[in-house]
């Protein structure tokens, strides 16, 4: 964080925002009425992709978290964007993708914000869950730094590995709540 306002207070921009910035205002609740259809509370979402040109930050074992958290009793919401859709048929629980089309980053915020929980990788969604406040955990490959993400806050977490391949399910669920 320390590399972040040093930036924007070099540029004379305020930082009173910079370690806890809040975009709940792009939550709308009414974006979501489909959702309720689908899912019950609480749920868990999960972000399994990252942009197509960082592969490398997709974390192998979604699918089988997917059906884990499923036989935990959690429901779970995957949200997927526009270069992941192969990989809703592998999920499992709801994926509003496949019934509704791409979803909008206020309707992405506001299942974010009603979840329970995230699991995502190093990815824009799993940035906007963390400046939600929510409870969640984010997982790291070697490419990107935590520390330099800027990712954790709050109740936020991240979980950096050598190798995302080596980072099992059974370690990805002791940090659930």
Same mark, same amino acid.
């Given at each position: ?28 609740? /009414? $974006? ?11 749920? @868990? =979402?999960?972000?399994? *992709?990252? %942009? ?61 914000? /009603? $979840? ?11 940035? @906007? =869950?963390?400046?939600? *406040?929510? %409870? ?42």
């Amino acid at each position: 964080m320390k590399g972040l306002k040093t930036l924007l207070t070099q540029a004379d921009i305020p930082t009173h925002h910079a370690f806890f910035p809040d975009v709940k205002w792009m939550t709308e609740s /009414h $974006a979501i009425e489909f959702l309720w259809r689908h899912v019950k509370q609480p749920y @868990i =979402a999960l972000i399994p *992709g990252s %942009s197509a040109q960082h592969k490398e930050k997709r974390w192998p074992y979604y699918a089988e978290l997917s059906f884990k958290l499923i036989e935990l009793g959690y429901d779970v919401v995957n949200i997927l964007g526009p270069d992941e859709q192969d990989m809703a048929a592998r999920l499992a629980g709801y994926t509003p993708a496949k019934d509704h089309g791409m979803l909008n980053w206020f309707q992405l915020a506001t299942i974010l914000n /009603h $979840a329970q929980f995230v699991v995502g990788n190093d990815t824009g969604p799993s940035h @906007i =869950a963390s400046c939600l *406040g929510k %409870s969640g955990l984010a997982l790291f490959g070697p490419t990107t730094s935590v520390e330099r993400s800027e990712l954790q806050r709050g109740d936020f977490r991240a979980l950096q590995v050598n190798d995302l391949y080596d980072l099992d399910v059974h370690e990805v669920l002791k940090h659930l709540p």
